[in-house]
């Protein structure tokens, strides 16, 4: 099955810093979706994005629905510690009942 | 609280044997999904169900098997078939994605995990 390009695999990073990472596909997708999982439990949902140039925030968290359809990206400012974990995208393409999942960017935070 | 319980949080499965690990929602959730996770690989799906008494397979349901009797229910058995059992098992729910296909928000379980013995 398809998966999207999630990048970066992981980051190392200092309290405090801000992060950036992003998916890509060569589909188009009419919903992205990040979540975050924490080591051993399930993905819990961050944002949720439907529109072309979208831009939601949740807190220190903001992504956006790249306007190509394409990609998505999601940054998170101002780092603490409980930021740790894995962070996916995930994205539906229209018509399918499926989602498709990135294969995850692991962050680690540095007190 | 609403939410999707999986159980048991661990399990081990002897050379041959089907295991059968349980998912629950009480969200009223018609749409339901399990995923297998390895590290690295991300998630992948091995079968879904839109409705009960249905489901399909998905990218890597050989050596699975579902069922689907209840709205609630959704179990998932590793037959003696996977050779290769040892994961992260997650289960999912949304809700009834023909009212709803442009907003595929899936709830995940805590998850179970599997190691052979």
């Known amino acids: 099955g398809q998966q999207l390009n999630q990048s970066p695999q992981s980051m190392f990073i200092q309290e405090g810093e801000d992060v950036s990472m992003n998916c890509t596909s060569s589909s188009i997708f009419n919903t992205w979706l990040w979540y975050k999982q924490d080591p051993g439990e399930g993905p819990v949902l961050l944002i949720a994005?439907?529109?072309?140039?979208e831009l939601t925030s949740n807190g220190r968290l903001t992504a956006q629905f790249g306007i190509t359809r394409k990609d998505s990206f999601l940054n998170i400012s101002a780092s603490i510690p409980s930021d740790v974990g894995i962070y996916f995208c995930a994205g539906q393409k229209g018509g399918s009942e499926k989602l498709v999942f990135g294969k995850g960017t692991k962050l680690t935070v540095n007190p | 609280d609403g939410g999707i319980t999986q159980s048991p949080k661990y399990l081990f499965r002897k050379e041959g044997q089907n295991v059968t690990l349980s998912c629950e929602q009480n969200l009223n959730h018609d749409a339901m999904y399990w995923y297998r996770q390895d590290p690295g690989q991300g998630l992948r799906l091995i079968y879904y169900s839109q409705i009960v008494n249905d489901f399909q397979k998905g990218d890597i349901a050989e050596g699975y098997s579902v069922s689907r009797e209840k709205k609630e229910s959704f179990p998932l058995t590793v037959t003696s078939a996977q050779k290769n059992p040892t994961a992260f098992y997650l289960c999912?729910?949304?809700?009834?994605?023909?009212?709803?296909?442009?907003?595929?928000?899936?709830?995940f379980g805590a998850g179970t995990r599997l190691s052979v013995l």
């Open positions: 999912a729910s949304s809700i009834d994605l023909r009212r709803e296909l442009a907003k595929n928000i899936q709830y």
């Open positions: 994005l439907y529109k072309a140039g």
